[in-house]
Nanobody, 119 residues
Framework: QVQLVVAGGGLVQAGGSLRLSCATS????????MGWFRQAPGKEREFVIA???????YSAESVKGRFYISRDNAKSTMSLQIDSLKPEDTAVYYC?????????????WGQGTQVTVSS
């Protein structure tokens, strides 16, 4: 049984930082690309950032230079460092695993975690 468990999230002031993590089990972690999506209130879920099995990354234009993704294949975990948070980053954030790196098409999803940025 594949599980993706998200930790982190919370309330932070604009300009602050936050770190989300995604721990996985039940999948061959180093054969999957990993990534993050987010869904703001009243909006569709959108792609945020992804990392390949070898460590290459790409992201949505709106988060470039502020969002950083990393992975630890030995521990089957992934992290998202978010800097310079903006109110428009407020959303539920989901981690995902995909057989494809680009485009990133999730096969598995983790539960969401709320990130709220106050102005």
């Amino acid at each position: 049984q594949v599980q993706l468990v998200v930790a982190g999230g919370g309330l932070v002031q604009a300009g602050g930082s936050l770190r989300l993590s995604c721990a996985t089990s039940g999948l061959s972690f180093d054969t999957y690309a990993m990534g993050w999506f987010r869904q703001a209130p009243g909006k569709e879920r959108e792609f945020v950032i992804a990392i390949s099995w070898s460590g290459s990354t790409y992201s949505a234009e709106s988060v470039k230079g502020r969002f950083y993704i990393s992975r630890d294949n030995a521990k089957s975990t992934m992290s998202l460092q978010i800097d310079s948070l903006k109110p428009e980053d407020t959303a539920v954030y989901y981690c995902a695993a995909s057989r494809n790196y680009r485009p990133f098409n999730p096969t598995y999803w983790g539960q969401g975690t709320q990130v709220t940025v106050s102005s």
